[in-house]
């Protein structure tokens, strides 16, 4: 089992910035892809970003792309997405995703990832 815990999420205005964490423990964090998943009210689960095992790809949605950047940290076994320029329609629950050695065509398919975090919720107002 792989443990997943989200924190950053808040209340930010139009334009401000957040940066969401997602601590793992319980495994080999280096051998899990991990990914950012959002759930608005009313809607599917849809793919933010997303980096590879390896660290050496990621992947973002077009919704987000140029806003977002994400990153780990191996040794802190942490991954990390700071959000700037942040919308209305960003407002959601933020979830992190790992899959164990995902395939980089994988990243953004939220069926193929092993283990769930709680969510984190980010309001963005007007």
């Known amino acids: 089992q792989v443990q997943l815990v989200e924190s950053g999420g808040g209340l930010v205005q139009a334009g401000g910035s957040l940066r969401l964490s997602c601590a793992a423990s319980?495994?080999?964090?280096?051998?899990?892809?991990m990914g950012w998943f959002r759930q608005a009210p009313g809607k599917e689960r849809e793919f933010v970003a997303a980096?590879?095992?390896?660290?050496?790809?990621?992947n973002y949605a077009d919704s987000v792309k140029g806003r977002v950047t994400i990153s780990r940290d191996n040794a802190k076994n942490t991954v990390y997405l700071p959000m700037n320029s942040l919308k209305p329609e960003d407002t959601a629950v933020y979830y992190c995703?790992?899959?164990?050695?995902?395939?980089?065509?994988?990243?953004?398919?939220?069926?193929?990832?092993?283990?769930w975090g709680q969510g984190t919720q980010v309001t963005v107002s007007t």
């Open positions: 995703a790992a899959g164990f050695h995902l395939p980089d065509y994988g990243l953004a398919q939220n069926g193929w990832y092993d283990f």
């Open positions: 319980g495994r080999t964090f280096s051998n899990y892809a």
């Open positions: 980096i590879s095992w390896s660290g050496g790809s990621t």
